[in-house]
């Protein structure tokens, strides 16, 4: 189950895309999806792909929207009600449900693998197929913390509390919620802190894996270091109030050395005028190339150039960034909570703690900034720490695990079949 899936975006569809790459090299995989574009039923740049490019030991099935989840899509997708998306979500999973137990009438399945969305809100029912059963990893349980909404616009920090206050009462009591995960033979979790809730509220045990993982060569350019006299930082997103790239300008305003400095800012999103306006009030606008919405091609340049990269987001899983970014070589500083807090580590970057008040968080990033730039030998120090601890997080390691882990699920759901007789 990989509801979305592209061989050409990032996030949730670059997910479902590497595993099914990665895992069909030793399975035969069956692939239920529902978008490869922006929405539900939106399938025409997979299609042409599997139809130019087609994939051994697979074979993609897209499960079209029915006219209920259509209607039910249809304020979100004119922006009028974001949030219909989540019904219309559910009632495609029905459908996808109905094409799972046509298939199970005429075909033998070893398991369930519910890859994405990585968000535990869906439950999805292939639980109720009665096959070993492997959900994850999952995330979205986490939220955000209320200190990193100060300076946040007011629409977003409107969306960011109604978001924590209905996380908290879903995942407290959805029934649907319940009865996967006790029909769940594996669960795993995107992140320690999802992990940790999971334990605590559900009494379910997990492991804790990311979403994602470094797909092709580990690379680090060492003639970036040969110019002492400038540093290039990196962000990379969309330009909206989760992301909050504004913290990091609020930070550069009190970096003592920042015209060593020059950052790329790549992404575009609503509140880039507002961010350039702030740039240019507060004498930063010099220091910034903003590039907006790039290709892949021009965004690894930059990358490569990179000599840190920073996350500032007040939420997130495991941003594929952090996965570019350890390709490259290059460290991560970043808030020290989320998927964050689990892969980056002092070899390979900077953890900054979250402190009671925003005004502390912010002096934090900057604080840490100015140390660099102080000991600017720190920064091919952590980029020979990113290069060793990126080896931990390869497909060719994620494949192994995947399939020993298959074999535990199959083990674990017959062991406990019989038992149950």
């Known amino acids: 189950m990989a509801y979305a899936i592209s061989p050409y975006r990032g996030s949730e569809y670059a997910v479902a895309w590497n595993y099914v790459t990665h895992m069909s090299k030793e399975n035969n995989l069956t692939v239920l999806y529902g978008t490869s574009d922006d929405h539900i039923g939106e399938t025409d740049t997979m299609n042409k792909y599997i139809e130019e490019h087609p994939i051994g030991n697979v074979r993609f099935i897209s499960v079209k929207p029915s006219t209920l989840a259509n209607l039910l899509n249809w304020p979100n ?28 009438k005429h075909e033998k399945f070893d398991l369930v693998h519910y890859v994405g969305m990585i968000g535990y809100r869906e439950p999805g029912y292939l639980w109720k197929l009665g096959l070993p059963y492997v959900w994850g ?19 977003g920090c409107i969306k960011l ?3 924590s206050v209905a996380n908290t009462i879903q995942f ?18 995107a992140t320690s802190e999802n992990q940790h809730k999971f334990k605590g509220v559900h009494h379910k045990d997990s492991i804790c894996i990311p979403e994602n993982c470094i797909t092709g060569k580990i690379l680090l350019d060492e003639s970036k270091f040969d110019n002492s006299s400038k540093y290039n930082i990196i962000i990379i997103g969309r330009l909206d109030a989760n992301k909050s790239v504004g913290t990091l300008l609020e930070a550069l305003t ?5 015209d060593m400095l020059h950052v790329d800012i790549v992404g575009d999103g609503p509140l880039r005028d507002s961010l350039q306006k702030f740039a240019c009030e507060h004498g930063l606008d010099g220091l910034i190339t903003w590039h907006g919405q790039l290709p892949r091609a021009e965004a690894v340049k930059v990358f490569n150039s990179a000599h840190l990269h920073v996350i500032t987001s007040v939420s997130e899983g495991n941003p594929t960034t952090i996965w570019e970014a350890m390709s490259y070589g290059v460290p991560t500083m970043s808030f020290d909570h989320c998927g964050m807090h689990d892969t980056i580590c002092d070899r390979c970057g900077i953890r900054v703690p979250i402190e009671k008040q925003y005004e502390d968080c912010v002096a934090g990033i900057a604080r840490n900034i100015d140390e660099l730039l102080e000991h600017p030998e720190r920064f091919r120090q952590l ?32 062991s406990a079949f019989r038992l149950r007789l």
């Open 77 to 104: 997708r004119h922006n009028l009600l974001v949030y219909t998306f989540y019904y219309a979500y559910q009632a495609w999973h029905k459908q996808a449900y109905g094409v799972a137990k046509e298939l199970l």
């Open 254 to 258: 009190l970096v003592t050395k920042r």
């Open 172 to 189: 407290y009591t959805k029934r649907r919620l319940k009865k996967a995960l006790k029909a769940t033979d594996v669960l795993l979790t």
């Open 161 to 163: 509390a109604f978001r």
């Open 383 to 414: 980029a020979h720490g990113v290069l060793e601890c990126a080896k931990r997080y390869t497909w060719d390691e994620r494949e192994k695990f995947w399939n020993e882990l298959y074999v535990k699920a199959i083990e674990k759901h017959n």
């Open 137 to 155: 990893p999952v995330g979205g349980a986490n939220n955000a913390p209320r200190q990193l909404m100060k300076h946040m616009p007011l629409m």
